[in-house]
Nanobody
């Protein structure tokens, strides 16, 4: 089993920055993708960014491209989401997710096997 724990959320001003951290523990050896999703009140959960644990290849949503960066540590158990130039529309609960699946649409939440409890990001 895999556990994911997020940290680093909070409040930021427009144009500010935050960095979210996701720590994976347990049997992580078969995990392929780790990603970040967000969900604002009344909206569907959307993929923000994801990274291949082994190769380090990453992708992100068009809405955050150029502002958010996903990265991982050398042990491949920690993933960061660095968020710059924050906008009010970035306000949401942010979730870390991980999947053993390889290939396909990284932004499809249904592909992910494990989820963290979420961390709130508020931009005003």
């Amino acid at each position: 089993h895999v556990q994911l724990v997020e940290s680093g959320g909070g409040s930021a001003t427009v144009g500010g920055s935050l960095r979210l951290t996701c720590e994976a523990s347990g049997n992580t050896s078969r995990l392929r993708y780790m990603g970040w999703f967000r969900q604002a009140p009344g909206k569907e959960r959307e993929g923000v960014a994801a990274i291949l644990r082994a190769e380090g290849d990453a992708d992100c949503a068009d809405s955050v491209k150029g502002r958010f960066t996903i990265s991982r540590d050398s042990a491949k158990r920690r993933v960061w989401l660095t968020m710059n130039s924050l906008k009010p529309e970035d306000t949401a609960m942010y979730y870390c997710a991980a999947t053993r699946a390889y290939g396909g649409d990284w932004s499809n939440a249904g592909r992910y096997d494990y989820w963290g409890q979420g961390t709130q990001v508020t931009v005003s």
